[in-house]
């Protein structure tokens, strides 16, 4: 190109082109466009990124290098460019971004929702001391046995490796009483809450509450209510948990 044309926006025939011309969202001025910087300061411009927007929202990528063209006498008459397309090359490198971003938010939630079925079991492994009554015995058992059952299904979801990649969380729906999942959620929060000196008041009604549910997502529901309320709610302070039909 001579110094004076400009093919990103206009033709041979001068006409219009018709797309525009985009660096991080704005619009690029023509004589910033590589092969004019090239011209206009007789420096060489290497892989600058172009999106190219066209009026229909398609969108292409381009990586440009441009270098000055000079005459005899050492004065600039114009630049050669090279444009590369490198459209799907960015998508792919956007679909790794947002599985890499997938993978991290995933490990952040499991690792949260792990620490919750930690608390009871160690709670419960304090309990079996040699001179511990046998009706504690039984509860700390039963409390080790449905928390590492929690556990297990958090791991089971770890190990599936392409739900990360799908962003999907499988849900296993069954008929559950609200209370029920109410009464174990608490038991993985009692320890914290009795180490902050809360008082928890639950209110619910005397008969069952029925849900078609997964129980690890519904306990993880409850579990995340009552960690938060645990952790903002004052030393000494009270806590209710009030489960309810809706109508």
């Known amino acids: 190109l001579a110094p004076e044309q400009n093919a990103s926006y206009t033709g041979p025939g001068h006409e219009a082109i018709p797309y525009r011309c985009m660096r991080e969202g ?16 007789g420096r060489d411009v290497h892989d600058a990124e172009l999106d190219l927007v066209f009026a229909d929202g398609a969108v292409r990528t381009l990586i440009i290098s441009a270098a000055p063209l000079f005459d005899a006498h050492g004065a600039v008459r114009g630049a050669i460019g090279t444009h590369v397309d490198v ?23 499991l690792a949260h929702e792990l620490r919750n079925p930690m608390a009871p079991i160690r709670y419960a492994t304090a309990m079996l001391r040699a001179d511990v009554p046998a009706p504690l015995l039984a509860q700390a058992r039963q409390t080790i046995e449905r928390q590492s059952a929690q556990m297990a299904r958090l791991l089971d979801d770890l190990l599936d490796m ?86």
Not at 96 to 107: G, S, T, V
Not at 203 to 215: F, I, M, R, S
């Open 26 to 41: 704005h619009e690029v001025p023509g004589e910033d466009l590589p092969m004019q910087v090239a011209s206009r300061t």
């Open 162 to 247: 392409s739900r990360i990649t799908r962003n999907v969380i499988e849900l296993r729906r069954e008929r559950h009483d609200l209370r029920e999942l109410a009464r174990e959620a608490i038991e993985a929060a009692q320890p914290a809450i009795e180490a902050a000196d809360h008082q928890l008041a639950t209110l619910q009604p005397g008969e069952p509450l029925w849900v078609d549910g997964d129980a690890t997502r519904l306990l993880q529901v409850i579990g995340n209510l009552l960690s938060n309320a645990t952790k903002y709610t004052r030393p000494g302070g009270r806590i209710e948990l009030q489960l309810e039909r809706g109508e």
């Open 87 to 109: 459209t799907a090359l960015k998508g792919a490198q956007r679909a790794l971004e947002q599985a890499d971003r997938q993978k991290d938010e995933f490990l952040a939630t």
